[in-house]
């Protein structure tokens, strides 16, 4: 037995063995793109994640999380934790942390970030080469390129955007693109759908509406949380100053402190939280001494929130144009209860008439002798029915001019 057992755990395949092994000890696959647009794919533990991003542990399980989680954008003290619908990534001064880059959901903003950042790559070595040979040389082909709203915003300041803002921005473009693309669908599917039931009200036609109205409830929530961080965002300008991870870094560095940051990412090791210690610890490095501005990622966040609320503008447009269908539809089953009420008061009455008549002919049907019954020919016989004939008709008529002189038939 124990040689079968052996025999089974040996003839399990290598992948599915790595695949437990990596599963319990944490270690997941990220993409990992550089501040000089290197990228490549690395297996990392959340010890490794902590230690050279600075974030928590509950941050990490916001970014790994399989779901949906609301929409935030995460400040700490050495990176950006991004979590916007499906884009979710750890953005420090010098990468981009991604989870899960085989994630269908996340192909086209991997390969926007890995485009991107190497061009920003690009364009930092050569503006360093500018500065250590100036001349004055035509502008490549490749500023030509099209501008992201923030780079053009950026034409005339001749400092680019800081590594962060720059991963930042390919981060909203993406979550904007997305939400795009959503609303610019709902769009296409609903204005027919709703036309359609305007013209021709059937159970099939309602349902359809009513699954488009679904998905624009779901949507315009995701679509609001989005435009709440970023409005959080742009109203507080100490979160949009802890944000400037490159002007800590480099206050940082000219301070003399990168062995103390080691010391407490060490100290962080052994157990200890390095967010709050670097905190305490490290009061010249707070944000309050740093006072950067805020304008550069004022217009970047500015530029998106508006974009956001012209997605905005169009699914209360769309919200709009759903209730006025639904008050049209509701005018149009109300003027057909109405018809039917008053076919039904139009029935009532011709059988009520009919009953009279009925109730006549009976009468006169009874076995009492009336001088009608002396007459040899069938002469008062036709008189008689066509006299409760005319006079049905007549209380029928008359019944209806008094239902419509008071309104109750239009």
């Not at 437990?20 to 990992?32: A, D, H, I």
């Not at 006025?324 to 003027?335: G, K, P, R, S």
């Not at 008062?380 to 008071?406: N, Q, R, T, V």
Request: glycine content about 6%.
């Amino acid at each position: 037995m124990a040689d079968q057992i052996k025999l089974n755990r040996t003839s399990l395949p290598l992948p599915y063995q790595l695949q437990v092994k990596r599963k319990g000890s944490g270690v997941r696959t990220w993409f990992v793109v550089s501040k000089l647009g290197n990228s490549q794919i690395e297996e990392l533990g959340k010890q490794a994640i902590m230690l050279r991003s600075g974030v928590q542990a509950h941050d990490l399980r916001v970014v790994e999380s399989e779901i949906l989680n609301p929409s935030a954008i995460l400040r700490r003290e050495r990176a950006i934790v991004v979590n916007l619908e499906h884009i979710k990534a750890i953005i420090t001064a010098n990468e981009v942390l991604v989870p899960n880059p085989k994630d269908p959901f996340m192909g086209s903003f991997v390969c926007d970030l890995e485009f991107k950042l190497s061009d920003f790559g690009a364009t930092m070595v050569s503006n360093k080469a500018m500065e250590q040979s100036p001349s004055n040389t035509p502008p490549d082909a490749s500023d030509m390129s099209p501008k992201s709203p923030a780079e053009w915003s950026n034409r005339g300041n001749s400092k680019p955007l800081p590594f962060e803002f720059r991963a930042l921005e390919i981060c909203l473009e993406s979550v904007c693109r997305s939400l795009e693309s959503e609303t610019s669908t709902l769009e296409e599917e609903a204005y027919p759908a709703l036309d359609e039931l305007s013209a021709k009200t059937s159970t099939h036609n309602l349902k359809h509406v009513r699954v488009i109205k679904g998905r624009l409830v779901a949507l315009s929530g995701r679509v609001q949380k989005v435009r709440d961080e970023f409005e959080h965002l742009l109203d507080d300008d100490l979160d949009m100053a802890q944000m400037y991870l490159t002007d800590k870094l480099a206050s940082l560095q000219s301070e003399g402190l990168e062995v103390e940051l080691e010391n407490d990412a060490n100290a962080f090791k052994s157990g200890n939280d390095s967010d709050e210690d670097m905190s305490s610890k490290k009061s010249s490095i707070d944000v309050s001494d740093l006072k950067p501005n805020v304008e550069e990622l004022e217009m970047l966040l500015g530029a998106y929130f508006v974009q956001i609320e012209g997605i905005l503008n169009k699914l209360s447009t769309l919200r709009e144009y759903i209730h006025n269908t639904e008050d049209y539809i509701n005018i149009v089953l109300d003027d057909k209860q109405n018809q039917l009420l008053r076919m039904g008061i139009i029935i009532t009455t011709g059988a009520l008439m009919l009953n009279l008549g009925v109730v006549t002919s009976g009468f006169l049907s009874i076995n009492i002798h009336i001088p009608l019954f002396d007459s040899g020919t069938f002469a008062p016989w036709f008189g008689a029915a066509g006299g409760i004939i005319a006079c049905s008709i007549a209380l029928f008529s008359i019944f209806i001019l008094l239902f419509k002189w008071l309104k109750l038939l239009v």
